[in-house]
């Protein structure tokens, strides 16, 4: 089946398509979101069944590793799902592709059980393994995490790994 992520708001003329857009980087966290794609408009918290959640990207700036989702069996990865503008599209690839994501279209479900194929962003190489994740891009992660209300377990997740890289 060949989808795209792109929907129209009922009502919407073509010229004003928008991107349903899966966020778990940065970029869930609301002002982080807000820098890249302005218009962004929140519409529900999802998760990615059978994906993972990984530290394979190093460098960057943040002084530790940068997050993916991979394919993974029996895990799930939450997030939140905003409708981004497709003028806004482009800045919003830019950013992730500066921390070695690309654009890749997944199927997330919602709270209450419906299926929605949404455009996220994962790491454009190969895996030489996990690296100790960044401690400042970890807190974006949780401060967007708390803000929508994601899944107590999802939350204590991310602790786990900021705790673990030994700052909290």
């Known amino acids: 089946m060949n989808y795209n992520p792109f929907s129209q708001p009922e009502g919407a003329t073509e010229e ?26 929140f519409q529900f918290i999802a998760h990615l069944p059978e994906w993972g959640l990984e530290f394979p990207i190093d460098g960057n700036g943040w002084n530790g590793g940068l997050p993916t989702v ?4 029996g895990s799930t ?17 830019e950013v992730e592709g500066s921390e070695h994501r690309v654009e890749s279209t997944v ?5 209450t059980g ?3 194929r949404v455009s996220t962003h994962v790491f454009d190489g190969s895996s030489n393994g996990q690296v100790e994740p960044s401690p400042s891009y970890l807190r974006l992660m949780l401060v967007g995490s708390k803000h929508w209300s994601l899944p107590a377990g999802w939350i204590a997740g991310l602790e786990e790994h900021l705790e673990a890289s030994g700052t909290t």
């Open 16 to 41: 004003e398509t928008t991107l349903l857009y899966f966020a778990y980087t940065a970029r869930i966290a609301p002002q982080k979101m807000s820098e890249v794609a302005p218009g962004a408009e």
């Open 77 to 93: 990865v939450w997030g939140a799902v905003f409708a981004v503008p497709d003028d806004q599209i482009g800045a919003l690839n």
């Open 107 to 111: 199927e997330a479900i919602d709270r």
């Open 70 to 73: 991979v394919p993974t069996s």
């Open 114 to 116: 419906k299926r929605h």
